[in-house]
């Protein structure tokens, strides 16, 4: 069974993708508005964790419209909502793609897709959408986290990664200028792999150590 | 890292444990209030399952306030609750766990704990609570059931397992007769262990089909 893990080179989706290798055969995938190169940034990553690794383009149209959205809101949820669902929609809509997970957490509250909405998806493409941390919490994640991943932390504005967010603020920053982004985007510690500790099992590492 | 999966002996609680099998050394916890067997029919089917066991004895009194709980509600969503609530709190208390697991799904409704309680118990004692089929649905979890263990499944009176309800139902037979057991419960499918179908690695088995 193949599963298509949505995959920023964060710790959260590097994580979902590791707990998922003992069961499916892992694809890494990294959608793009194709506004900065944020699909080569992950395939480097997705290299470094071992999994293959492919890029999803999104219609232009959906960043313009989260782009309008967070500009409205003042603040970037609905918009990272925005197109997390287009990116799950249109992996579902792949004829090949039947598992589709991501890296949210319990205590994420952006993105998350409500359960109606998984459903839709999930019953409209005969697809199965899973977040395998859905049931971790923040400091279980970080247990894990240490465990299997070397990662760097910083502020959002000093991590380049392959997230939303990051071509969601550079068509901010085009469109209505560098002041506009740490006004609508509150700052918060982000994220992204260097590399993976170990590709043994846990197990068998634990018994070299 | 151990975790200590809360076990009924049916298809979720196994499966939560399978998962966490790579990252974790797993133990299986069944809890009993010493009405029923239940301990020693999850002990062989934890065998079956290759996984260290052991029961854990709860307070008489949550059973039987669980029981005037159904009685008075008139359904078991609160009486369940309760009682894996307390299952929760007692594993926390125990200075050696730190991992606790159990086999709740995305689209269970009970047992559910909710967010405040479940950061209360981790942050009073310390401990990381994990479902690690939180984030799958129910086709997630038969896909993956399918593949990892074969089941006996009934209707709820008729299959023998180590749940909550188990014990619940035999307090409410003695107390109040048999008629009200169909008049509180509601008719449900039951899942039931037989047997794991591999015990190799998914991966390693798939390079044999």
Redesign the interface.
């Known amino acids: 069974?193949q599963v298509s893990v949505l995959f920023s080179g964060g710790k959260d989706s590097s994580l979902a993708a590791i707990?998922l290798e003992?069961?499916f055969?892992v694809e890494l995938v990294t959608c793009t508005f194709s506004v900065l190169p944020v699909g080569e940034i992950a395939r480097e990553t997705a290299a470094r964790l071992g999994f293959a690794h492919r890029v999803l383009q999104l219609e232009r149209s959906v960043l313009e419209k989260a782009c309008d959205l967070v500009i409205g809101d003042g603040f970037p949820r609905n918009a990272i909502n925005l197109i997390h669902e287009n990116a799950v929609e249109e992996l579902a809509a792949d004829g090949h793609v039947c598992?589709i997970a991501d890296g949210?957490r319990?205590?994420d509250r952006v993105p998350v897709l409500g359960?109606p909405c998984?459903?839709s998806i999930?019953d409209r493409h005969g697809v199965?959408?899973?977040?395998?941390?859905?049931?971790?919490?923040r400091?279980?994640v970080n247990?894990?986290v240490s465990?299997h991943l070397l990662i760097e932390e910083g502020q959002s504005d000093s991590i380049i990664k392959a997230d939303y967010e990051t071509e969601l603020r550079e068509i901010i920053r085009k469109r209505h200028g560098l002041e506009k982004i740490s006004e609508v985007f509150p700052a918060h510690i982000q994220s992204r792999v260097i590399e993976r500790k170990s590709q043994a099992?846990?197990?068998q590492a634990d018994r070299h150590d």
Chains 1, 2 share one sequence.
């Open positions: 069974m707990l003992p069961f055969d598992f949210i319990r205590d359960i998984i459903r999930e199965h959408y899973l977040s395998p941390l859905k049931g971790y919490g400091a279980a247990e894990l465990r099992r846990p197990e």
